[in-house]
């Protein structure tokens, strides 16, 4: 796994990721849902369109 470094707008520190179509989950705090292909792309810097993520804070991964 990348090692999640310091806080930007697209890395996920502080975050449980869960993804609802695997039984896949990695990290620790608050949780933020989504498709497992949503949050590898979330995980690798990229923002999300809206509706793709549930969870507190998600606005934080979503473009504008």
């Given at each position: 796994m990348?090692?999640?470094?310091a806080p930007t707008p697209g890395r996920c520190d502080l975050r449980t990721?869960?993804?609802?179509d695997l039984d896949w989950s990695y990290g620790?705090?608050?949780p933020l849902h989504g498709t497992a292909q949503d949050l590898l792309l979330l995980a690798?810097?990229?923002?999300?369109?809206p509706g793709r993520l549930r969870?507190?804070?998600?606005g934080r991964f979503v473009a504008a």
């Open positions: 990348p090692s999640w470094g990721l869960r993804a609802d620790t705090g608050a690798f810097g990229r923002r999300l369109p969870g507190e804070h998600e």
